[in-house]
């Protein structure tokens, strides 16, 4: 009976002995299978996975271009929107000094204009009140001129005593400051030595006053219509004459950025107007108060216009200069992919024309289509700059 049960024994601890050693060789061969997996090539057009290396085709090559890293220059500026006006310095309005009635207008709204030009002329009764007064003087000291004559002979002859001579000295005297004063009061009116002389030798009164343009530049207002009544500096102005070959922007900046401004700072300008048309400044005036409703500072710079080209009003792009330029590696825009958790990521060749390894990077300014890359990347590494959303999508969405 004991032989039996010592076999039955044995054969069950041959049976889990084999069944042990099925088991060992198939985990063994498990493994060496996934030995043998990795240390496989990854197939043409697919991902490594944890190395988040990429190998292309031949075929697939073609639509990569590749690039060297280089440095340029960033420029620190910012950006700002506002108006273009008027400079103010250089625009005037021009009114008749005197009250009266406008009876012709010569220049029209947009022509040009040169300093002394005839605008307009007026009827003013304070004009020919001066002239012949003007006139009158004339007349007493040609009078008392030629009775001072007279006295003198006659007070040399002994036909007049010294008192009557006196008198007669006084008169003439006093007729030459009448005189003068007269003069300067039609010099009042733009009148020059010449023609006060005109008009003192003719004795004619002219009716008509010239209003002349004070300075050059073109006509930016017209109020003027003959018959129409002027008083001085009621508005509007017969005419409006400004100085075009600068124009001021006025551009309403956050109060946080306010430090990055300084006088003398370069500005470009672009309008819509004019695509493609640049115009240089530099800020001459900033705000010395901040807006309560808005929080914003208005910024002033001058712009320089010699063609003529900007209106006053017009909407307007202005680039501000707030620090010397940094140098750092650069990337065309199309070289840095964002992932889907929102990094940054650029696709580097590794060595093998082949091979790209995507590679996260930090990001600064964005300038005439570059990134700046502040992490990551440095000056000589070549990258994907076309292309470089299809090795991502490869990476994460598998070969298309």
């Known amino acids: 009976m004991r032989r039996p049960i010592f076999l039955q024994k044995l054969k069950g601890r041959i049976a889990a002995a084999v069944l042990v050693s099925i088991g060992v060789l198939l985990l063994a061969g498990t493994y060496l299978g996934m030995e043998a997996i990795k240390a496989s090539p990854a197939p043409a057009g697919q991902s490594t996975g944890e190395s988040a290396t990429v190998t292309l085709l031949d075929s697939q090559l073609s639509s990569i271009t590749v690039a060297t890293v280089v440095e340029r220059d960033f420029p620190l500026r910012k950006e700002a929107v506002g108006n273009i006006d008027f400079n103010e310095d250089m625009s005037v309005q021009v009114f008749t000094p005197y009250p009266g009635r406008i009876l012709q207008a010569f220049a029209n709204l947009g022509d040009e204009v040169s300093k002394g030009q005839p605008l307009f002329t007026i009827e ?36 007049i005593d010294q008192n009557d001579y006196e008198t007669a000295v006084a008169s003439q005297q006093s007729a030459e400051g009448a005189l003068r004063a007269a003069r300067h009061a039609v010099a009042i009116f733009g009148k020059t030595e010449g023609q006060i002389d005109q008009l003192v030798a003719s004795r004619q009164v002219e009716t008509a006053l010239v209003i002349k343009s004070p300075i050059t530049g073109r006509i930016t207002a017209r109020n003027a219509a003959p018959g129409l009544l002027e008083q001085p500096g009621n508005p509007p102005a017969p005419y409006s004459v400004a100085d075009l070959s600068t124009l001021w922007m006025l551009a309403n900046v956050p109060e946080v950025d306010i430090a990055d401004y300084k006088l003398g700072a370069p500005v470009t300008v672009s309008v819509m107007a004019l695509p493609g048309r640049v115009f240089a400044g530099k800020i001459t005036a900033i705000g010395a108060a901040v807006d309560p409703n808005s929080r914003r500072v208005t910024l002033r710079s001058e712009i320089k216009d010699p063609m003529h080209e900007l209106r006053s009003q017009m909407f307007a792009t202005f680039v501000i200069s707030t620090g010397a330029p940094v140098r750092a590696p650069a990337v065309p825009l199309s070289g840095v992919v964002r992932e889907g958790d929102g990094t940054l990521s650029v696709w580097v060749v590794d060595g093998n024309p082949h091979h790209f390894t995507r590679r996260s990077v930090k990001i600064g300014l964005q300038q005439d289509g570059y990134d700046q890359i502040l992490e990551g990347l440095k000056a000589g590494e070549r990258v994907a700059v076309d292309g470089a959303i299809f090795l991502s999508n490869i990476l994460f969405g598998g070969a298309s």
């Open 124 to 159: 003013s009764p304070d004009f020919i009140a001066a002239e012949s007064n003007l006139i009158a003087a004339a007349a007493t000291l040609d009078q008392t001129s030629s009775a001072l004559t007279r006295a003198k002979g006659l007070y040399a002859a002994k036909g």
